[in-house]
């Protein structure tokens, strides 16, 4: 896995020949779930998984390459929300401003992306629990803000109505696209953060999570190291935040509340911080129990409410038993694989 | 191979002449402790210079206020005739400083190519690049044959965590030797070695190009008197001796403070 393999003697395979098995039996299920799984399926389970998946992945690449647990990244997803609802078209037509899509999608990107910027200015020069502290009231600020303020955010109840443009004759809020499109974004979004995670950026970067003051000594500026990860990741969040309203055809200030700030470092926790697809695989496992566990406790004459009490259970349980989520529980079996297979190899680890 | 890249022209212009390092009434406080004091010292350009003293001495203080690891609490550095007394570390590093670590600090998470390679990408540009090296990419071959000069081509792909301590120990000046470094300060760098390994940094240190000055800090009489040419001596924070290694060597109160105590 170094920087650039060097050259090995014999036959080098094709970079297509190096994707394993499970890579092509992946994508082969995820190009034709259409064909097979139902619009519910498709549009409430998978759709939101990518969506809830790439905005953890934002808190992925900070945690698990910068060490910088941040709780802004929703909030900054819903300021791209936010702003896309603002400057394009939604049903409250005295503040949105009807520009066309190819300007207001880089404009809520932009702006959320500059409040990720300023939020991360103020955090990095913390470290642990202080920067949980300082983004996480950031976001509760955040919060209040947009409910208490009627004149840009409208308050309380948010804007409706805000729904993707028609673009190539398609409606991407039918299933299928929408299906297409989340996952476009998603493999795009985690393409990207494992190529950047081998270049200079983003090697640096974990430099800076191992040890911030060898970095400086090598002659990197750590501190704006750390504020440009924000920046990187205020743009994957803004995606997620921009595809999240679009699902819902509407934003309110609910959609950052504190409970959806926490869920987003539930799922990365529970997916696991050391590789780009454990916030996936959080985001899988969330929207399943968020959707299906409800009929499960009913069914148990139990209260369809008590989802969330699963979801804290679950919670514990990862963290409990495996300090890297699901991807930590998955290594170490693989792991133990090994070993029953080849003594002497295995041994080795 | 030369060791270390030759610095371009214009750099070398600058370096010529003057000093390489000009301390003026360095002192760091920790809390009531000075752990130095007053520190007034001058290093040649291309000078290689021993620093002595016993255990707490403030040896490597001294180097994290050249560094900027710390900023002193009073006095002025200058480092190619600039004050960067206020400068943060990475901006003295960029002048051509560089320096090893007593205690390594490296990236454990790391492989030893990708500690080497961050080292050289982080005095030249493209520190933010969000492209990939080229296989044919000038840093990675410069990594490479640093790490070719440490000893450490077997290991170009573990990870530092699973380094043994002296490879650990090679890597750190590997790191120090990256980009084209004017003055390196080494802190200890024989200490833990075995004789071979020991002999081998000698040679490193008595390798590199003559415009290259060091500071290194060193217990090992033996080790210091056959890579420096001149020697400071330090006690208590303050500096207490300056002079060629004979000298020090034969001076009666170094004698009586240093080497008589049966160090070493
Ligand atoms: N970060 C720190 N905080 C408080 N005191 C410190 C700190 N660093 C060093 N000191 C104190 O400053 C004094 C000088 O320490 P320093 O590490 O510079 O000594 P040294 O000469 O390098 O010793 P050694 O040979 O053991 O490496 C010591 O008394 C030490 O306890
Ligand atoms: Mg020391």
Known sequence: ?349 | MTLVEDSSADRLGSVSSGNALELRGVTKMFGALAAISDITLTVASGERRAVLGSNGAGKTTLFNCVTGDFLPTSGTIRLFGEDVSRFPAYERIRRGLRRTYQISLLFNGLTVADNVYLACRGVSRGRFSFLRPRENDALLTRADELIEAVHLSPWRDTAVANLSYGQQRQLEIALALAGAPRIILFDEPAAGLSPTERSELVAILNGLPGHIGYIIIEHDMDVALRVAESVTMMHNGLVFKEGTPEEIENDQEVQELYLGDGHE
């Open chain 1, 1 to 349: 896995m170094a920087l650039a393999e060097r050259p090995r003697p014999g036959v080098q395979p094709l970079w297509i020949e190096r994707i394993p098995a499970a890579w092509w039996a992946l994508a082969l299920i995820l190009l034709t779930m259409p064909a097979w799984a139902n619009n519910f399926i498709l549009f409430q389970v998978m759709g939101w998984t990518f969506i809830l998946g790439m905005i953890a992945l934002s808190l992925m690449f900070l945690a698990g390459y910068g060490g910088m647990v941040s709780l802004i990244q929703m909030s900054v997803a819903a300021m791209a929300g936010y702003m896309m609802a603002i400057f394009g078209n939604s049903g409250m037509g005295d503040i949105s401003m009807g520009l066309p899509w190819w300007l207001y999608l880089p404009i809520a990107i932009v702006i959320a992306a500059i409040f990720g910027t300023i939020v991360g200015a103020l955090a990095v020069r913390t470290e642990g629990i202080y920067t949980i502290m300082i983004t996480l009231a950031i976001a509760a600020a955040f919060f209040y803000f947009t409910r208490q303020n009627y004149t840009i955010f409208n308050g309380y109840s948010g804007f409706n109505l805000v729904v993707p443009p028609e673009l190539f004759g398609v409606d991407w809020r039918q299933p299928m696209p929408f299906y297409y499109l989340t996952l476009g974004c998603a493999v795009i979004c985690y393409a990207v953060v494992v190529y950047v995670s081998r270049a200079p950026f983003g090697l640096a970067l974990q430099g800076v999570r191992d040890n911030p003051r060898r970095m400086a000594a090598l002659g990197f500026n750590v501190t704006a190291h750390r504020i440009a990860a924000y920046t990187f990741a205020s743009v994957i969040a803004a995606i997620g935040g921009i595809l999240l309203v679009w699902q819902n055809a509407q934003i309110a200030p609910g959609t950052a509340g504190i409970p959806a700030v926490i869920d987003i470092l539930v799922i990365a926790v529970v997916g696991g911080i050391s590789r780009p697809i454990g916030p996936f695989i959080g985001a899988l496992i969330y929207v399943l129990l968020r959707t299906f566990s409800p009929d499960v406790l009913l069914a148990f004459g139990l209260s369809g409410e008590r989802f969330k009490l699963l979801i804290g259970l679950g919670f514990l349980a990862v963290v409990f038993f495996s300090p890297d989520g699901v991807l930590g529980l998955w290594e170490r079996w693989k792991s133990r694989r090994d070993r029953r297979r080849d003594p002497l190899t295995g041994a080795d680890e």
